[in-house]
């Protein structure tokens, strides 16, 4: 059984990852509530928060200690003061309960997590249907990164594209600041679009050139603050869902039209959609709708992986077992994904 802990931004989270069972326990202690007054995550308070919530979360799993054979940490990347409390609390662990513990990589594990659900299914059938869905696609698309990466047959993990600027989440919080809309709000922006219409406003989509794989969405963001500077405050209120469905649906094409464009450009067996703003329901059905018409499985993970979440870690820590550690064994393109 794999204990893993999660702390890289501001949920706390710890988990416990059964092979022949799957995620059998999962906690999840959020900030978010505390750094919206400030508008975005204060890494000094989130660090003490860690400090705080962890031992009380491990204090929730102290009767399941005994049953643990592995420990996990989220090692990186992410907020240096917040990763090195997840990281301590597993170090004394590993001395006290004499366990192996493994550092984790949050974006390979974003990754895994669409695979998740494969596992939950069938554990003793994992290693067979995951072979027949490599090389997979995976879309990572978090409020620090927005990238799409090939999973190949050894599990491999190579970028295939990303943003040249911000990143997809962040081109949603960003936006929803200037609309005046609490952070973070990508959940509110897609809340709002639903009443709104897509075509209202004609946000610019990134790099239209399709054999370009690029992503952008800072413009976006720009375009976004000169339309609000020719508008009154009663007009923004009035305009908020027609803003908020355009803005969306500049930042969910572009997605969608990479998505397609990666998918033309190589072999795939299946497509993978993880990250916070997978939590997007119209973001999930376009990408479904590129993935199905081409025959192509698409595995979304569930809300509760979306999100900075240990039951990922976990899992990915058991999914990567036996792959080569250490930086002389990661191909060069996948040094990119540790870095990032
Ligand atoms: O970075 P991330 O994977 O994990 C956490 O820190 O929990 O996800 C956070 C990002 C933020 O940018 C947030 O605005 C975005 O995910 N997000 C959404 C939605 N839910 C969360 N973006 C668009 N639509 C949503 N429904």
């Not at 992503?215 to 020719?230: C, H, I, P, V």
């Not at 240990?310 to 996948?334: C, D, K, Q, Y």
């Amino acid at each position: 059984m794999i204990l893993a802990i999660e702390s890289s931004c501001d949920e706390s989270a710890l988990a416990l990852f059964d092979p022949a069972r799957g995620l059998v326990r999962e906690l999840v202690s959020s900030q978010a509530a505390e750094h919206e007054k400030y508008g975005g995550v204060v890494p000094e308070l989130a660090s003490r928060m860690h400090l705080s919530a962890l031992p009380l979360l491990l204090e929730d799993f102290r009767h399941q200690l005994p049953q643990v054979t592995q420990l996990a940490v989220t090692l990186g990347p992410g907020l240096l003061p917040c990763l090195s409390m997840g990281v301590t609390l597993a170090r004394s662990l590993s001395l006290a309960l004499h366990l192996p513990l493994v550092g984790v990589n949050h974006l390979r594990a974003h990754v895994h997590s669409s695979f998740i659900a494969v596992h939950a299914k069938d554990p003793a059938g994992f290693a067979a249907a995951r072979a027949a869905l490599l090389p997979h696609l995976g879309i990572v698309i978090s409020g620090g990164n927005t990238l799409l990466v090939k999973l190949d047959e050894q599990l491999r993990i190579t970028i295939v594209a990303r943003t040249v600027d911000d990143a997809a989440g962040e081109a949603f919080d960003k936006g929803a600041k200037l609309l005046g809309l609490p952070y973070p709000g990508g959940a509110l922006i897609e809340q709002h679009a639903q009443r709104g219409d897509v075509k209202k406003y004609p946000f610019p989509r990134g790099i239209p050139e399709k054999a370009d794989l690029r992503m952008s969405f800072s413009g976006l963001k720009t375009a976004l603050r000169y339309q609000l500077e020719k508008m009154s405050d009663a007009e923004l209120a009035v305009a908020l869902p027609d803003l908020c469905a355009s803005y969306q649906e500049a930042i969910i094409s572009q997605l969608a039209a990479k998505t397609a464009a990666a998918l033309d450009l190589s072999s795939y067996k299946s497509v993978g959609l993880s990250g916070g703003v997978a939590n997007n329901r119209t973001l999930r059905t376009r990408l479904t709708a590129v993935a199905q018409p081409r025959g192509l499985p698409m595995l979304i993970a569930e809300p509760k992986h979306c999100g900075d979440n240990a039951g990922m870690i976990a899992f990915a820590a058991w999914a990567e077992a036996g792959l080569p550690t250490g930086a002389a064994a990661v191909p060069a393109a996948s040094l990119t994904v540790d870095q990032a």
